[in-house]
Every structure is written in structure tokens, then in C-alpha cells.
């Protein structure tokens, strides 16, 4: 596909080599449409409605029969592996030039919403009184977090440079949008964790 002489090479410290750019990939990109570059909008919503289509049917009829842990528990384990926003400030997950006013708070605020969600756990399992804030705490810290990312990403318009790391908000943050809608519902009703 690719010959070395078509590909600028770096290479790190530790002797690791990083490709950063494509001339192919380059000409390529230069000949898209310009409005291609918005096509995340329309992934995030999309998927937001299929998840949330698949919560309605699978997950709705069996909410009063499912305890709020056995709901809650699933949803904080997810939550716990959105360290994987991270990625948005790793190299060759990323192309050159994801603007920074996405990607650190985008990586960050996942990185505290993951934790949020793993400390949430044992004091939901244990029913602690402590759960109903701490979770609390999570869903709204895990969804302005989401709200701000959506936002910034497409006023610097990031996708472009998002490179693999394009999945996270296209697949997993409409999952985890309708997963903290979810959360919602249960922390509104009455009763205990």
C-alpha cells in the first residue's frame, strides 16, 4: 500500500517509530468534500437512537423486576473503562493536530468519570448510603463531560484528526449517553441501592 519513502518517520526515545503522515493519505484527504468532515454529528445521533431503541425494548420492560444494582452495576463497569478517552492524547491513536481545546478535557474528563464510576461500585453493592450521591455524583460529572466533548469536537472540528481513536465518539459515547440516561431514571425513583 504504503513503500517507507511515502511516510515521514519519528522516532522516539525509547527507539519506538511513529508514522505520522501519509503522502497518499494527504492527496486523498485534500480531494473530500469538506462536509464529509461533519459526519460525526450524524454518527453520534444515529447511534444514540439505536441505543436508546435497544434500552427502550430490552432493558425498560424489565425494570421493575431488576433491582437498581442489577441495573447500576453493569452500567458503572462500562463507565469504568472510559480511561480509554485517554487515547486522545496518544500518538498513533491520533493524527497530528487534534486540536487541544478537545482533546485534553475529552481525556481528562473521561479519566475522572471512569474513576467516579469504579469508586461507585462497591458502595453500590454494599448499599451504603454513600451510593445514591457517589453515583449521582458520576452521572452528572460523566454527562457534562460528554456534553462538553460533543461540543468542542465539533467546534474545532476534531474528528479530522481523530485517526482510530474516531470510535470512542462515534460507537461508545452515544452507549454511554443513553447508559447515564438510564442512570437518571433509577437515581429519580424512590427507595435504596
Avoid at 481545546?101 to 474528563?109: K, R, V
Amino acid at each position: 500500500m504504503f513503500d517507507r519513502s511515502e511516510c515521514e518517520v519519528l522516532s522516539n526515545r525509547s527507539g519506538a517509530v511513529y508514522t505520522l503522515a501519509f503522502s497518499k493519505l494527504e492527496a486523498h484527504n485534500s480531494d473530500v468534500p469538506a462536509i464529509f468532515d461533519r459526519i460525526l454529528p450524524l454518527n453520534v445521533v444515529a447511534n444514540t437512537v439505536i441505543f436508546y431503541v435497544a434500552a427502550r425494548i430490552y432493558l425498560w420492560p424489565q425494570l421493575s423486576r431488576l433491582r437498581p444494582q442489577q441495573i447500576l452495576i453493569p452500567i458503572l463497569l462500562l463507565h469504568s473503562t472510559r480511561h480509554l478517552g485517554m487515547m486522545f492524547l496518544t500518538r498513533g491513536a491520533t493524527y497530528p493536530g487534534l486540536p487541544p481545546e478537545f482533546a485534553y478535557p475529552a481525556a481528562f474528563g473521561d479519566l475522572v468519570t471512569a474513576i467516579l464510576a469504579f469508586v461507585a461500585i462497591p458502595l453500590v453493592l454494599r448499599g451504603s448510603r454513600a451510593a445514591r450521591p457517589a453515583v449521582w455524583l458520576f452521572n452528572v460529572f460523566g454527562t457534562v463531560d460528554l456534553l462538553v466533548a460533543i461540543t468542542t469536537a465539533t467546534l474545532y472540528n476534531a474528528p479530522i484528526a481523530m485517526g482510530p481513536a474516531y470510535w470512542i465518539p462515534a460507537f461508545w459515547v452515544p452507549l454511554l449517553l443513553v447508559t447515564h440516561y438510564v442512570t437518571f431514571v433509577l437515581l429519580w425513583r424512590r427507595g435504596t441501592f
